[in-house]
Every structure is written in C-alpha cells, then in structure tokens.
C-alpha cells in the first residue's frame, strides 16, 4: 500500500523560514513531487526530487532521503502570498500503477504579518 | 492548448441525475488522472490513465462512477444516479511520462454540486 503523512498544519511569520515535512511508505518510487494550491485554486507544480540530497529554487528548496522515506518543502523569506496548502505527491513505479502519483492529504501553511 | 482544460466549470446538478465531467489533457501527455477534493480536504485519487494500458481504477468510490478515454487524448468522468456526497471538486491532471521526471499539470476542475 501507499502512505503519505505530512502535517495538517502550520503557521509562521512574514520573512520567516518554515519547513513542512513528508514521509512516505509505498511499494515503489520513481520520485517526489511538491505542490502549492491556493484555496479555489488548482495544485500548481513546485519541485520534483528523485535522487537524494536538497533541489533549491528560488524561495523554495526541497530535501529527500529515500533510504528514510521522508523530505521536507523549505519556505525562506516569506510572504504573505505564500499562505496556501502544500502537497507532498510520490510516483510510483510498479506494475499496474506505474507512474501514478499519490498525495498526501496537504499542509495548510498560514502566513501571518 | 496550452494547459489542461476541463469542462464545464460548475455544475449543479438535482440528485438522481446523470452528469458527465470532460477533460482535455495538454496534447501528447501519455497519462491523465482524475481526482476528487472536498472543501478543506486532500486530493482523493479516482482513476489512473496511462497509455495504452488498462486504467487504475482502484479509487472509484462505487460503481455509479466510470471514466474513458478516447483515442488517448480527452477523458469523461461519468457519474450517474448522483448523490450529495458526491458534491466536490473533481480535478482532472495530465503528464508526459518518460523515465524520467516530468510533473503533473492540473485543469481548473469542475465544481460540482448536488442539489
């Protein structure tokens, strides 16, 4: 089976830095994904990791360690557009499921002035 | 086009009623997914199309819910006999698959309502 536990949610400050943590048990792995979504809004793609070791874009930067199932979605400078949920999505790479993503359920982060 | 485009965008629809949600994948993405999202709830995934082979359909709730894809290109989400728990938005997504990473593109969704 697949699991996707990542926190339902967080709040920080504007210029802060946040952290939003994923851990994942599935039976294959092909690469995981992070994505912001506005409420009313549809999910729109941040980062993609499918080696270890830290992707850095801009504001955001993404971790992954496969050997312990878990990555983290990391916010530097924030703003108060920010505030949004954040989806931890893996692909997975077996059998009939191959490539389908799953997502945990999202971290509602609330950015504060 | 230039992204995923879904239609209609809402729908409101009297229970006991047959809908059908469409989806236009960007052209040439091998995989589509359907998923569903209730107000402040994660994406619960329905069914997964990918190429030629027989779709995942692991994630639909009951059999009132069906999906096909035509020529590998546009999908229809059926639902029939609709109830109120079956108010939600449906998001529709599509992806290039190569082994290697590509991302997922979302549609806006379609906004349903049972009345």
């Known amino acids: 089976g697949q699991n996707i536990d990542q926190p339902t949610e967080m709040t920080a400050t504007e210029g802060a830095i946040v952290q939003i943590n994923c851990t994942y048990q599935?039976?294959?792995?092909?690469?995981l994904f992070w994505y912001q979504q506005h409420a009313g809004e549809a999910p729109t793609f941040l980062s993609y990791n499918v080696l270890d070791g830290l992707e850095e874009k801009g504001r955001f930067s993404s971790f992954l360690s496969r050997s312990k199932g878990y990555s983290y979605l990391l916010l530097k400078e924030l703003q108060m557009k920010d505030s949004a949920s954040y989806l931890c999505a893996v692909r997975a790479d077996r059998g009939s499921t191959l490539g389908r993503l799953y997502f945990g359920r999202g971290t509602q982060l609330t950015v504060w002035p | 086009g230039a992204g995923v485009s879904q239609s209609p965008s809402n729908k409101v629809t009297e229970k006991g009623k047959d809908v059908e949600l469409r989806c236009d994948p960007i052209?040439?993405?091998?995989?589509l997914y359907w998923y569903r999202q209730s107000l402040g709830q994660g994406l619960e995934f329905l069914i997964y199309f990918q190429g030629n082979s027989a779709p995942d359909k692991s994630g639909l709730p009951s059999d009132r819910f069906s999906a096909e894809r035509t020529g590998g290109s546009v999908s229809t989400l059926t639902i029939q006999r609709t109830q109120q728990e079956d108010s939600a938005v449906y998001l529709c997504?599509?992806?290039?698959?190569?082994?290697?990473?590509?991302?997922?593109?979302f549609g806006q969704g379609t906004r349903l309502t049972v009345v």
């Open positions: 599935t039976s294959g792995f092909n690469g």
């Open positions: 997504a599509s992806s290039d698959w190569l082994p290697v990473d590509t991302e997922a593109f």
């Open positions: 052209s040439g993405h091998t995989a």
